[in-house]
């Protein structure tokens, strides 16, 4: 891997917060235009749904947004300004930042903390919101 793909990566405090209002609104709207049956369907039945997909995330984020805050806390000092960007910490997390999302081709299996529990979209919507 080269040197330079975890700063192709980084993203300054206000993209961040601006991808994730964006994805907030993806997010509803996808819950808003599709019926309960349509969130449940699955195209293969080893496939997962749409809001098992969303449960997926939202406790993903719930697992890791605790040892990340505790981990920036512990961290180095802070940037010095809202335009300095934040930038994976090496290889291996450039490489998990790559791995993850509706692009990657290659599928791994979910830790089991972060697979989904329950199939019901309205509560994995609103787990989802509240994490974000």
């Known amino acids: 891997m080269k040197n330079s793909e975890p700063r192709s990566l980084a993203r300054t405090r206000a993209q961040l917060a601006a991808e994730i209002l964006d994805l907030d609104q993806l997010y509803s709207a996808l819950y808003n235009r599709c019926t ?26 719930s697992q890791y947004v605790a040892p990340i805050r505790q981990a920036i806390i512990e961290g180095g000092p802070p940037a010095r300004d809202e335009d300095d960007p934040f930038v994976p910490g090496g290889w291996f997390s450039a490489a998990f930042v790559r791995r993850i999302g509706p692009q990657v081709t290659v599928k791994f299996k979910a830790p089991s903390k972060i697979r989904p529990l329950r199939v019901d979209p309205g509560k994995a ?8």
């Open 125 to 132: 919507f609103d787990e989802l919101r509240r994490g974000h």
């Open 36 to 61: 309960r049956e349509q969130l449940l369907w699955r195209p293969r039945n080893e496939s997962w749904c749409i809001a098992e997909c969303i449960e997926h995330v939202a406790r993903g984020i």
